[in-house]
């Protein structure tokens, strides 16, 4: 099994932004890693508060969930910036703010915990691990073998139990786990495939980056869809930039 790096930065107190140190080798430093990566967070969280992110249910999440344990030991000095970073097979791992916006857009006028949940474009594993603390079950499909094995990898540490890892084409949903009360994509197409519509709940909400415009103006934005007893009610918000939505596997 290959060992997780550990966490090297340290935070320097005088100044807003972590500073991060280079990088020792991994095996130097793999007692103290909790304390140190604590405090990076902190700082994280702390500057996403202030962009207003003020959800106390996902502020808690993303302190807990240690990020560093998610990207490649060379990126581990950047896992708390506010970036994407590449997680092998061409892929990212989502900005924090993205997750946090999206995981509020989820959450938004639903008090505790969101029932079971749908995400489509498991990646390296981070943001199931965050949707794991919100919700009651996660179920989250990856179309790329390499990256669902590497996601069950890195997630062992947090021996999640109500979260559920799948290997197949998330544009068809996973039925079994349906009706969902919320869904989120983590990679845009064209539009939302009708079997995430059919497979959302009725009150349930998704939100998937989708292109609009067509041709080489178009652009990807964040699209909410509320399903209700009467339909489906769509806005489009603000301009995202994720990978792109595939169908199979591979
Ligand atoms: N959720 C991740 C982001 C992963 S990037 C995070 O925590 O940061 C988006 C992922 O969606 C990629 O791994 C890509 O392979 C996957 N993806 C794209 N199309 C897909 C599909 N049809 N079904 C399942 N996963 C898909």
């Given amino acids: 099994?290959?060992?997780?790096?550990?966490?090297?930065?340290?935070?320097?107190?005088?100044?807003?932004?972590?500073?991060?140190?280079?990088?020792?080798?991994?095996?130097t430093l793999s007692h103290g890693v909790g304390l140190d990566s604590s405090a990076v967070r902190l700082n994280m969280v702390a500057?996403?508060?202030?962009?207003?992110?003020?959800?106390?249910?996902i502020v808690a999440a993303l302190q807990e969930i240690e990020r560093h344990r998610f990207v490649d030991s060379a990126l581990v000095n950047q896992a708390y910036e506010d970036t994407s970073l590449p997680i092998g097979l061409g892929q990212t791992i989502s900005k924090p703010s993205v997750v946090a916006r999206m995981a509020e857009l989820l959450c938004h006028g639903v008090s505790g915990k969101l029932g079971r949940v749908l995400e489509i474009g498991t990646g390296c594993g981070y943001q199931a691990a965050v949707l794991s603390r919100l919700a009651d079950e996660v179920y989250s499909i990856?179309?790329?073998?390499?990256?669902?094995?590497?996601?069950?990898?890195?997630?062992?540490?947090?021996?999640?139990?109500?979260?559920?890892?799948?290997?197949?084409?998330?544009?068809l949903g996973y039925a079994k786990g349906a009706p969902y009360a919320a869904i989120i994509a983590a990679a845009g197409g064209e539009a939302v495939p009708q079997a995430w519509i059919d497979q959302l709940a009725v009150g349930g909400r998704l939100v998937a980056p989708v292109l609009k415009g067509a041709g080489h103006g178009a652009q990807?934005?964040?699209?909410?869809?509320?399903?209700?007893?009467?339909?489906?009610?769509q806005s489009v918000l603000e301009s995202v930039h994720f990978v792109p939505l595939k169908s199979g596997v591979a």
Avoid: I, W
């Fill in 1 to 27: 099994m290959k060992e997780r790096p550990s966490f090297p930065a340290q935070l320097n107190r005088s100044s807003a932004r972590p500073k991060v140190q280079a990088a020792p080798a991994a095996k």
């Fill in 47 to 57: 500057r996403l508060s202030k962009q207003g992110v003020t959800d106390a249910r």
């Fill in 142 to 171: 990856e179309r790329l073998r390499g990256l669902h094995e590497k996601a069950r990898e890195n997630l062992r540490y947090l021996r999640v139990a109500n979260l559920h890892l799948l290997f197949g084409d998330g544009m």
């Fill in 220 to 233: 990807q934005a964040l699209l909410v869809l509320d399903k209700t007893a009467q339909g489906v009610r």
